[in-house]
């Protein structure tokens, strides 16, 4: 049995990797932003509690809850909450983009952080990231984001060397499409921050809405995978006596990873530029 802190519990991949290493015998601390979420995660039976990554107060207490009820250890930590950012990156300002790394990157960062001397102390730990084929690849309409894991992806691989021979494992996990409330959460998003109207890509915008309004409905497109196959990369790296440092997830992830490596810039721009995910 290990220890485990999961952010962004409320739902998909969250939910699904909370419910699933309780399953398999882990003590699991669930945290959600809103207090119904965390409301509801109770209902099901999840230790639960609330942690806000825009919120350092929240963050501390939710980190003392933990340690509280685990003696001051904690054998892992799955950091899994955020949230994307559609638009052109012109189209952003900069409370758009802050808002974006609020949540991804900083608020991420400040939970690790007051974590890693536990895992110092008692001399083992993993942290494990869940950023995206975007952590890699960019897409057009995506640069927040992608940002947001570039920027994620950099710092992971950063501790990595830092806390070489520690006993710490930094461990990445690279989705693709998800079916989850993602798309959902990024139109909700996309409305409040771009003025579509006023721009030069609203025809483009319109087709974006679109495909995430048929994406929801069809429960996610022919490359979509459901939050199990993120759990299964999950339990690997929590379990597994020599985690890998990356696990990719979903077809256009690995189809992507290769293309990359093999086709000069311009050819691999020229595929990405027409790619919806």
């Known amino acids: 049995m290990k220890t485990i802190l999961i952010t962004g519990c409320s739902s998909g991949i969250g939910l699904c990797v909370a419910q699933g290493l309780r399953e398999r015998g882990h003590r699991v601390f669930a945290t959600a932003r809103k ?4 409301e509801k995660l109770q209902q099901m ?20 809850w933990v340690l509280r009820q685990t003696g001051g250890t ?23 983009l802050r808002e974006q790394f609020e949540t991804n990157v ?16 008692q001399g083992h730990g993993r942290v494990i990231q869940n950023s995206s084929v975007l952590g890699f690849v960019a ?11 570039f920027a994620l992806e950099g710092m992971t691989d950063t501790l990595r060397l830092e806390w070489r021979g520690s006993g710490i494992h930094f461990i990445l996990i690279e989705p693709g499409p998800i079916t989850t409330l993602f798309r959902k959460n990024a139109t909700m998003a996309f409305r409040r921050h771009v003025d579509a109207a006023a721009s030069r890509h609203l025809e483009r915008y319109r087709l974006m809405e ?14 979509s995978m459901p939050p199990e196959a993120v759990f299964d990369k999950v339990v690997h790296a929590l379990e597994s006596s020599r985690p890998r440092v990356r696990y ?17 810039s311009r050819l691999m721009d020229a595929i990405l530029a027409k790619a919806w995910l």
């Open 35 to 38: 207090v119904e979420d965390v």
């Open 45 to 64: 039976g999840l230790t639960a509690h609330r942690l806000d990554l825009v919120d350092s107060e929240s963050i501390r207490e939710a980190v003392e």
């Open 74 to 96: 904690l054998d892992a930590l799955f950091n899994n909450g955020a949230y994307g950012q559609p638009g052109a990156l012109e189209d952003l300002d900069r409370r758009a």
């Open 106 to 121: 900083f608020g991420t960062h400040e939970l690790t952080r007051l974590i890693l001397p536990v895992m110092h102390r």
């Open 139 to 149: 897409l057009p309409y995506r640069g927040a984001y992608v940002a947001s894991k």
């Open 210 to 223: 679109d495909h995430f309004r048929q994406k929801a409905q069809k429960g996610g497109g022919v490359f």
């Open 248 to 264: 990719g997830v979903t077809i256009p992830t690995h189809s992507f990873a290769l293309l990359r490596r093999i086709l000069p």
